[in-house]
């Protein structure tokens, strides 16, 4: 079966600028998560979806960060305006149900200048 | 919401060695997982164990979990030089939606 999808896989901005990302999951997984994995640290939870509802997003910094997943598939990230602390790799992840082992896609790496 | 920590924070070994990583959280789970992370890579799932198991092993990995001291341990035997890479252990929240709490994880080395 395929995997996760991401794009892009690297991403350069500078600070104030916008920029977006995308997750295509496993084909029929419900749950879909975005993380934030700055470096040297685990990754953070930014947003969990069932299907096209949210879940948690209690620490997506929704004054800049924004998130949506069309019809229960797809998946994208914005952020909006970019600040230097934002560099990081954003990781998707699906799984079939939301306890059950999670599928990471390869991450893309944002760096904001 | 949770965090499983992880100890040590980062172990060197030579090959063919075992090495045991330990992970411990605060409050009642559904499971928990391991994940390692290859430098620069996803993140990869290893294994999940449930609250009511105590023992789970996948090829050379073995994992155990005691409930009631909220720790668990991970046991890699006869590493490779492919097992250099961050191990970071999941609890699974019991409520609410039941989220992964990643740790900064366990950085293991193994020497040739």
């Known amino acids: 079966e395929a995997g996760v999808a991401q794009s892009p896989r690297y991403k350069i901005i500078e600070k104030r600028q916008s920029v977006a990302f995308w997750c295509n999951p496993i084909?029929?997984?419900?749950?879909l998560y975005w993380y934030q994995q700055i470096l040297g640290q685990g990754p953070k939870l930014l947003i969990q979806?069932?299907?096209?509802?949210?879940?948690?997003d209690s620490q997506l910094p929704k004054d800049r960060f924004s998130a949506e997943r069309l019809k229960g598939v797809d998946s994208t990230l914005k952020i909006q305006p970019a600040k230097l602390e934002d560099s990081a790799v954003y990781l998707c992840?699906?799984?079939?149900?939301?306890?059950?082992?999670?599928?990471f896609g390869p991450g893309t790496r944002l760096t904001v200048l | 919401s949770q965090q499983g920590e992880e100890d040590p924070q980062a172990l060197s070994i030579q090959e063919g060695e075992n090495a045991t990583m330990n992970c411990s959280y605060k409050?009642?789970?559904?499971?928990l997982q391991w994940y390692r992370q290859n430098s620069g890579r996803g993140l990869v799932h290893l294994i999940l164990?449930?609250?009511?198991?105590r023992e789970k092993h996948s090829g050379r990995l073995r994992v155990t979990l005691d409930t009631s001291k909220k720790s668990s341990s991970l046991l890699i035997t006869a590493s490779r030089a492919a097992d250099t890479a961050s191990y970071f252990c999941?609890?699974?929240?019991?409520?609410?939606?039941?989220?992964?709490?990643f740790g900064q994880g366990t950085r293991l080395t193994i020497n040739p």
């Open positions: 164990i449930r609250s009511n198991e």
């Open positions: 999941a609890p699974s929240e019991i409520q609410g939606a039941q989220k992964l709490v």
């Open positions: 992840a699906s799984s079939s149900y939301h306890y059950n082992e999670q599928f």
């Open positions: 979806f069932q299907n096209n509802g949210v879940v948690d």
């Open positions: 409050t009642s789970i559904n499971n």
């Open positions: 084909s029929g997984h419900a749950t």
